[in-house]
């Protein structure tokens, strides 16, 4: 019998991340009171200094701690399944497998980096975080992993997803952490923008600005980013180094490496690593960075400096950005909500070592339903972006008859989003 | 590092159910009309034969087929999980274990026999599946199963879950069946029950005849059902046989056995191949089920004859039950509310091979929030009973000094119960 999943044993976890500024270094941060580079001592009231460090960090490979590699246990190594069912459904020649991080207790990948940030807060003392959450992926991951340090945390979350995944926020409560539709009352920025935009549904630049005035505002509270930054990208390459692991007990290697982006985490997480070789010229894979159409920041959005929130708090960035201040639809995934993406997914964009492509929320919904029927699982609709990719790679692949190895990344489940799958069979779903 | 997780390959993955009816036989069904013994081949117009070959079979083992292998290596081998922070949060010298049930497509246990259940059907023909679901697992499981063989899927949802759950419904839905709250105005006996009690929250035991009925009065539709029967129970086997092969790879063997009771068969997959090496006399495991004091069939029902379902329709089963009109308060441990218990499952507990115990739902939940605090794991109701009676346990060598090894199953988990957890953070739960 073929193998469906390709597992590792705890042992062969990666003991480090791979850090891709040490091959491929992007545009510092600017102060954007200077235009000149940001000092990192700047960061240091609302970030944690390892973080920081880690940020700019040039060394290639930077070691796991043992504690966070104890959380990782939980539910790491994640499996790699080979998406037989899908194939056959298919009908395609590609081999499809996925990187299934849906496995985690907050049902993706966030928890990577999130044990990671409050494990080097802990160590410097931090008693409380704050943070926002677009789909609550993250929101209930930095819950979680603050209720292991006995961090209080708290989370400002995207209005339109606090009503649409009223359930996300439960799983907040029930490890621990605090958490408010944002814009909220709770900050001046969010007092301003609800007495602006009273009909708002908020966006994760808002949420982000109210996050981080928390943190400045208050004593001994730092605050945590769940994508975008080096540091994100860093934590997250244990996955496409877990799944190097994997392929090479197989006699499969990907000539394809797809991820949905938002922040671009999830993304950077898989592919990574895959670059490094490509970088290394001992591979030439393919990577494909896919978005909603209704946020298209790397197919449409412009390359140049832009702030990460919307009151313009944080450093410059130099990222594919749709403006600060561009508020996307209530698309239904929450995660997919942003109008940059990290500096190091937009780099490898502009520089043509990864392709971006974008669709419609209902093709990709369809997708969904076409991998939970094979498959099982019910996926994200975020990660329902990569699988509609996927297969439209995998069809090519039917009628030129190659057959492409083709990894994508389930960045986690849809057990928080039955609310927007119901929308789309009842076809109150637009096509945004 | 210690493991967190056991695994196993695919390869490992036993090739053959465990038939406990060979070492242990159970009472026969009796016909309700005659009072006599059941004639297996009245049982066809709703079931399919094989099936009940397998109810009745003294075959010791029984091959599981190659076709629903391949369908278990979605997400089986199950992960062991060794519970080293659950245990270092109660401060205890005994060693908890769970197999983790809750990573199958559906979160539950219930889809290792409803793939066999569908596979039979399909083998046979049948085009049409009826079936009942208390918390709305066993319903999900069906429709996931169905959808793989093409056989057209309806569920009976018992009310109250059907409005505690939204989301089951969707995850049914997902998979292409059909759902409607239970008693619903598609049978006769769910009219009759409407006119009866307006405000009825349904019961697994109106539900079942609904089903039933639906089954013997449509063409080429088999009834399917996710517990108390033998079959299903063998099912389920593959559970307990597999953490055997995983206890293979530790120093350790459990002491306890638990498991959660509806109609039992969760609690039968962990725990019969254990009762197999007790009744071989190669062991001496204690044996614990747990249910909700609201509905507490092994714990203070009586053993004897009685019908399964509240329209008397199934045969007479051997059985513990609190009568087949019961009706249990909607307590959020849907899955485990049924007025009886398998045969198997009343029989160990009758020869004292198995012990009973129940619990409140608040302490309950107060057992779920320290899990999910530590392990991380969000747990469904149902199976935080086993959670709760696995800490007391675990309290109980603290106070001892033992170091007992206590299995527990985690049947399933909460991402669809969150409702109940508002409840229980908002102190609306009430302790029945």
Redesign the interface.
Known sequence: ?D???I?L???EMPKQWYNILADLPVEPPLNPATNEPMNPADLEPIFAKELINQEISSKKYIDIP?EI??IY???RPSPL?RAH?LEKVLGTPAKIYYKNES?????SHKPNTAIAQAYYNMKEGTERITTETGAGQWGSALS?CC?YFDIECKVYMVSSSFYQK??RK??I????AKVVPSPSPDTQFGRKIREMYPDTTGSLGIAISEAIEDAALNDNTKYALGSVLNHTSLHQTVVGLETQAQFDKTEDYPDIVIGCCGGGSNLAGVSLPYIRDNLAGKTNTRFIAVEPSACPTLTAGEFKYDFGDMAQMTPLLKMYTLGSEFIPPAIHAGGLRYHGASPIISKLVADGIMEATSYHQVEVFDAA?TF??S????PAPESAHAIKCAIDEALKCKQTGEEKTILFNLSG?G??D??S??KY?SGELSNE
């Open positions: 019998m193998h469906t999943k597992l044993d705890e042992n043992e590699r104890e246990t939980l539910w399944h069912r496995v985690s207790p907050a049902g979680l209720n009223p359930y439960s799983l409560n029930l490890w621990g339903v939970a029927r498959e099982g699982i019910a489940h057990h928080f039955m609310g799958y119901d069979f």
